[in-house]
T-cell receptor, first 110, second 112 residues
């Protein structure tokens, strides 16, 4: 079955350092979505990538979709304490449901 | 805008007791509805989804069931809870194909 692997599982960074999480799928995806879950909260949709090689930016966040549409990354520049949380990627193939990655829990040390 | 109501926020239930979690949606019609479970510190596991009234698809065999008696109402149930049913239960909605998920605030269930 479809699997979406995400690394690292945990990441601790000093405030101001950069952070990257990677997502890899065993199958080609029609689209990939990214979500953020603050501690104690529910996942919140961040962005969706559809095109091969697509790059999108949201302020300090940069999202990339691989050329083969099997991998994706989220990069945060100059992390802030407000970036704390777990970041999930979620891939979709065709008309099937989303498969969520295992998530990367980010801790930012002030 | 669409709103997801999920209650209760927290719940402590003994093993073997029944469960009923309700999710209602406002501001949209004919949404796709989902129940996810998240174990402590883990990822999101899709339990059930529904594309319409009375239409339920199960992703994982378990002692849980779901029903959709109305267009904007989605219910998660169990006749007898197990310790392994503990977790964070999230209701989510989406629109048409490929649209993102919007989650409710969730219910934290502890089975003791």
């Amino acid at each position: 079955g479809q699997q979406v692997m995400q690394i690292p599982q945990y990441q601790h960074v000093q405030e101001g350092e950069d952070f990257t999480t990677y997502c890899n799928s065993s199958t080609t995806l029609s689209n990939i979505q990214w979500y953020k879950q603050r501690p104690g909260g529910h996942p919140v949709f961040l962005i969706q990538l559809v095109k091969s090689g697509e790059v999108k930016k949201q302020k300090r966040l940069t999202f990339q979709f691989g050329e083969a549409k099997k991998n994706s990354s989220l990069h945060i520049t100059a992390t802030q304490t407000t970036d704390v949380g777990t970041y999930f990627c979620a891939g979709q193939t065709g008309a099937n449901n989303l498969f969520f990655g295992t998530g990367t829990r980010l801790t930012v040390i002030p | 805008s669409q709103t997801i109501h999920q209650w209760p926020a927290t719940l402590v239930q003994p093993v073997g007791s029944p469960l009923s979690l309700e999710c209602t949606v406002e501001g949209t019609s004919n949404p796709n509805l989902y129940w996810y479970r998240q174990a402590a510190g883990r990822g999101l596991q899709l339990l059930f989804y529904s594309v319409g009234i009375g239409q339920i698809s199960s992703e994982v065999p378990q002692n849980l069931s779901a029903s959709r008696p109305q267009d904007r109402q989605f219910i998660l149930s169990s006749k007898k809870l197990l310790l392994s049913d503990s977790g964070f239960y999230l209701c989510a909605i989406s629109g048409e194909y490929n649209s993102p998920l919007h989650f409710g605030n969730g219910t934290r269930l502890t089975v003791t």
